[in-house]
């Protein structure tokens, strides 16, 4: 009852804001009460703009929750409409620095060391600061330059309060709107709790700087800073200080003798390479986050975003894809009903006649126009017709391309940064997705179905052995039934391993 009562009187202000920037509208396809319509009508004072930038701009006064929310919000197209995603997508997440004693005094303490006995220099002007943390440039007592991220004081409390509140009405619109339950609101919320949970433990953003690290080790084309484990902590992240040009530069990169088609092309193999071999992405890849280095490597920084594909989804992806790039619409539909997204209840064939009539437009264009990310978006917003349900990974994957796809067409607008990736791309599905690859991959799974056989039969031995014992009484012929059943398993088990072992001995 405390939690209603706290979360109700939270909300109201929230709508009383919300009002006042006249961004209720924003929301306006699910059927705003006339009394709330009435009521933001009343108090809207900033009506300039379209819904979606009123809803950023009233996100914004709403302080650090709210800006993760519509970071949240702008890759669910099918929930808040695609113009207003758009919009949400442009939200800033930039707050006034908290002060240099302040960050000062978390580093010592969490590292549980003076910060001078810790870094020669500390700048207490910082060069970046967001809604979780902030970046500042020091040198560390062995004469190493770094960027030393910082968490905001008293975040974490501030965090919780609005993730709560965003729970409960999640929570609220599942019980009371059958119809949105589709759309997952609870989901949306914990995967939003999730991210900013991994965000504010900066040892969990360190790891996920050394495993990219990792996977990229010896890559020519793309680099992530090295991490100072002996400077990091909870809430302090120390990595290697880079030097380069904002990716999104073309004049100053052309001035410092970068060519922008092979910065492009750098950038899609690594995407791809980061996508479908590695399944671990970096998922707020805006300019802000990507350098051109002065060999011209591309080097990654904010690591606190990721995304990850299991092999599962990969494959999915990569069919579909195929699927739409050879202009193969049926099997487009087969994939999504194959991999469960799409209910069986529903009809193939119109799912096949919508994916036509989504990907005809796109792929109709010029080559350089040609957007892989408003593919997907377009094909997420078929969701709601087809009872197909959100995919959370894959729309993070279809943002993160939509900005890859605004960097490329900056730097080089008449060239499709996805073609540039092309023969890596064919060596992939070749590898993975070729008739070898699929039956290598179907002998895999019937061989782990086959390791599963002894702990089945044995447990079936088990349960026949505890009826036969007594311990249910089952009527006497069903008795008999199972026991001649138990018998007639093991020939039959037998006879799967023949054809097991016939199978390996003829692809030798």
């Not at 997508?89 to 240099?100: G, T, V």
């Not at 996977?215 to 100072?228: E, I, S, Y």
């Not at 606190?304 to 599962?312: F, V």
């Not at 007594?470 to 398993?489: F, M, Q, Y």
Request: charged residues 25%; aromatic residues 8%; proline residues 6%.
């Amino acid at each position: 009852m405390l939690r209603t009562f706290r979360n109700l009187g939270r909300l109201i202000r929230i709508a009383t804001t919300l009002a006042r920037y006249d961004a209720l509208s924003a929301f306006s396809r699910f059927g705003l009460p006339p009394a709330l319509a009435w009521f933001a009508n009343r108090l809207a004072r900033k009506r300039d703009g379209r819904p979606g930038q009123r809803l950023a701009a009233a996100f914004a006064s709403l302080g650090p929750s709210f800006i993760k929310l519509g970071q949240a919000l702008s890759i669910r197209a099918d929930l808040v409409g695609e113009e207003v995603a758009a919009d949400l997508s442009q939200l800033q997440d930039r707050l006034p620095p908290f002060p240099a004693d302040q960050a000062r005094a978390t580093v010592a303490a969490e590292l549980g060391q003076p910060l001078e006995t810790l870094f020669r220099s500390f700048d207490d002007v910082p060069v970046a600061a967001a809604s979780i943390a902030q970046v500042h440039f020091a040198v560390t007592a062995e004469g190493s330059e770094v960027a030393v991220k910082i968490l905001r004081p008293g975040v974490e409390a501030q965090f919780a309060r609005d993730l709560d509140l965003f729970l409960w009405i999640a929570e609220k619109i599942e019980r009371h709107a059958p119809r949105l339950r589709r759309l997952k609101p609870v989901e949306v919320v914990t995967t939003l709790a999730e991210s900013v949970r991994v965000e504010m433990d900066l040892r969990l953003e360190a790891a996920a700087a050394s495993e990219l690290a990792q996977n990229f080790a010896g890559d020519p084309d793309f680099r992530v800073p090295k991490v100072d484990w002996t400077r990091t902590a909870r809430r302090v992240l120390t990595l290697e200080r880079i030097s380069g040009i904002p990716v999104d530069e073309r004049e100053v990169l052309i001035a410092a003798g970068h060519d922008p088609q092979e910065i492009v092309a750098k950038a899609a193999r690594a995407f791809f390479k980061q996508v479908f071999r590695d399944g671990f992405f970096h998922a707020d890849m805006h300019p802000g986050n990507m350098f051109v280095a002065p060999d011209g490597t591309l080097v990654a920084v904010d690591f606190g975003i990721m995304g990850r594909l299991d092999q599962r989804t990969r494959y999915y992806l990569a069919d579909m894809l195929l699927g739409f790039l050879n202009g193969d619409y049926a099997t487009v539909a087969e994939v999504h009903f194959r991999a469960g997204y799409v209910p069986p209840t529903q009809s193939i064939g119109a799912f096949t006649q919508a994916a036509r009539a989504i990907a005809e437009p796109i792929f109709g264009r010029p080559l350089h126009e040609i957007s892989l990310a408003r593919l997907l978006a377009q094909l997420f917003q078929v969701t709601e017709q087809f009872q197909m349900e959100t995919q959370p990974q894959l729309l993070m994957l279809q943002k993160t391309m939509l900005v890859c796809e605004g960097v490329g067409r900056k730097l080089m607008p008449d060239v499709n940064m996805w073609s540039l990736a092309r023969p890596l791309i064919e060596e992939w599905m070749a590898a993975n997705r070729g008739l070898e690859a699929r039956t290598r991959h179907a002998l895999a799974e019937a061989a782990a179905r086959i390791e599963e056989l002894p702990a089945f039969v044995a447990n079936l031995e088990k349960s026949v052995a505890m009826l036969a014992s007594g311990g249910v009484r089952l009527h006497p012929e069903t008795l008999a039934a199972l026991t001649n059943g138990r018998r007639s398993v093991l020939p039959w088990v037998a006879l799967v391993l023949a054809a097991a072992a016939l199978i390996v001995a003829m692809i030798r």
